[in-house]
């Protein structure tokens, strides 16, 4: 771990205004993601700007009947606020997913959303990564690629983002608000991660110097027919080989509103409008559900170790969609996938 | 032992286990103790062919860095040495020669008055190596397999029952693979993972 | 060979320490950590409360949970000044004047432990659990803890002093 200097913010203009001044400093908030990174040397800044105690915390109504949600509200208080399991669960139920309990409770919003990679490659500075120094090679192309990319994927970099939370942000159709020198501004979540392309050292488009406030959610909640999927290596504790965040508004048996976001399989949560215009008006049923699945998966490419992902996210999908249908959301605490 | 089996037993150890008095290796603090981080080689096979360390010793805090070239003498790396209730074969000899042999082989023990210290002048510390090829897939190398001959006089199990029991099962699974109406067919490999406990 | 070192042949200095405050087990304590400092090393290494694991130092293991302002974390995934001002509670604080806390007790009812390393951290993220009052059946239970490992697999004794702890035996 590099030696840094450490500073805090008092507010929001603070927190730009130090970093504008450095450009080798890092926010720090939750610091589960950064910590760990710097402890593996991947990260070495000159000067961690602790954020962790700006008034960011709070979960509000906004006047369009939405959410906003202060960047540093921690990812636990969110998933058992009430306004967030009433209106949003299938937010809450993606954040219950991830992680451990012990770092939901330390984890920010915003942290949530900034947080790199886990690919082996990427963590281990021995090895040639794009991500970590663009232009010295993928080891995890012709590696190691479990736990990479389907779709997305460019041949500078096969990574994938690890979020849970993002693939329900993703599906909601969230807008990130970030403050910076040039002032204040909304991305739309979709906007938000990038794909690699030939720049994966870019996991987002925040310009230098910006900072996140607030995550927005519309009205639109999905409180009935919803779900998210988790597919991983083992019951808890590990990151999704695929997962699936989905919604539906249901009038009777037709899909009147339908999202549709995978995670793990990309290096931002995967949504496609195709697969969600092949929803809209059609019965809610396994022929419907697995076009959507066709339609989502039509440009998938598999690596080495990582093929079986394309058959399983197409299941998943339709598993998915299926439990959203009949209202039974994935339970995260009774493992059984029904 | 009788009575103890199938008993459940309070542990002697339970109460300074569950206070957090009970103490572990590396939990004997004392004034002027010393802490090391190691540094880990990046290539599974190969020589040494140069370690700079004059980073790490420049940090201040740091004590000394010991490599295969400046080590003590220790009995243990003598090549006769065995330990006589380790495994059979050579046993571990931590910094021993300028010789690679796999992937995370510590080539270097930085040494310093904090443990952060040692760790960030581990860091510094540069290594260069003569990498050769190395082999640690078995799937990858089937080619190159050599087919065991049977041994002409089965090594005799401790208990021939259970040595006649394993050969029956054999045959009796071939038997039934040859009648049986599907047959499911599949190799799965285990992780690397072992469960040991910490302490 | 071993040499000693000294401040005139550093060119790469050790960082300055950050006077802080933590109220450790009730007791406030004052320390000077390098902002490098993880909130667990400063537990172990710097105050002699050695109850807390380092198991894997990455936040994967559970084993250096500790409650701070109430809530379990991760100590070795913090660092000690960012958490200048918080109340932390350690295993060595749970016990009230010798008397065993209700978990500490469960864990030597069911034997929940065998040797014992990641049990500070289990125990610790049980009061967490059962103060987050959001665990009621074994299964929640199992998901709630899935952040804390036990190499020796005591999970099924664990849950099982933990449903004790919350009177559900």
Known sequence: MINFHYARATDVADAVRQIAADPRAKFIAGGTNLIDLLKEDVERPSRLIDISRLPLKSVEETAEGGLRIGALVPNSDLAYHPLITQRHPMLASAILAGASAQLRNMATTDGNLLQRTRCYYFYDTATPCNKREPGSGCSAIAGLNRMHAILGASEACIATHPSDMCVALAALDATVHVAGPAGARGIAFSDFHRLPENTPQCDTNLQPNEIITAVELPARGFTVNYSYLKIRDRLSYAFALVSVATGLELEGDTIKEARLALGGVAHKPWRDPSAEAALRGQAANQSTFTRAADLMLRDAKGFEHNAFKIDLAHRAIIRALTQASRGTPQSQSNKKIR | ?199 | MARTSTAARSTIPAPGKIPIVLTINGIATQLEVAPWTTLLDALRDHLDLTGTKKGCDHGQCGACTVLVDGRRINSCLTLAVMKDGAEVTTIEGLATNGVLHALQQAFIDHDAFQCGYCTPGQICSAAGLIAEGKAKSSDEIRELMSGNICRCGAYPNIVAAIQQAMGQS
Request: proline content about 6%.
């Open chain 2, 1 to 199: 032992m009788a009575p103890y089996i199938g008993t459940a037993t309070s542990r002697v150890d339970g109460r300074a286990k569950v206070t957090g008095a009970a103490k572990y290796a590396g939990e004997f603090n004392t004034a002027g103790l010393a802490h090391a981080s190691v540094v880990t080689s990046t290539i599974a096979k190969g020589r040494i062919t140069r370690i700079d360390a004059s980073a790490a010793l420049s940090v201040a805090g740091v004590i000394d860095v010991l490599t295969h070239q400046n080590r003590p003498l220790m009995a243990s790396a003598d090549s006769a040495y065995k330990d006589d209730v380790a495994p059979e074969g050579s046993p571990f000899r931590p910094l021993y020669d300028d010789r690679i042999r796999f992937s995370g082989q510590p080539v270097a023990l930085v040494v310093a008055e904090e443990s952060e210290i040692a760790r960030f002048a581990a860091s510094l510390v540069c290594v260069e190596y003569d990498e050769e090829a190395h082999v640690t897939d078995l799937h990858r190398q089937r080619d190159a397999a050599v087919a065991l001959a049977a041994p002409a006089n089965p090594p005799r199990t401790h208990s021939p029952r259970r040595g006649r029991a394993a050969h029956r099962s054999r045959r009796w699974l071939q038997l039934r693979c040859a009648t049986a109406p599907s047959i499911m067919s599949q190799s799965s490999t285990t992780t690397r993972w072992n469960c040991m406990p910490r302490q």
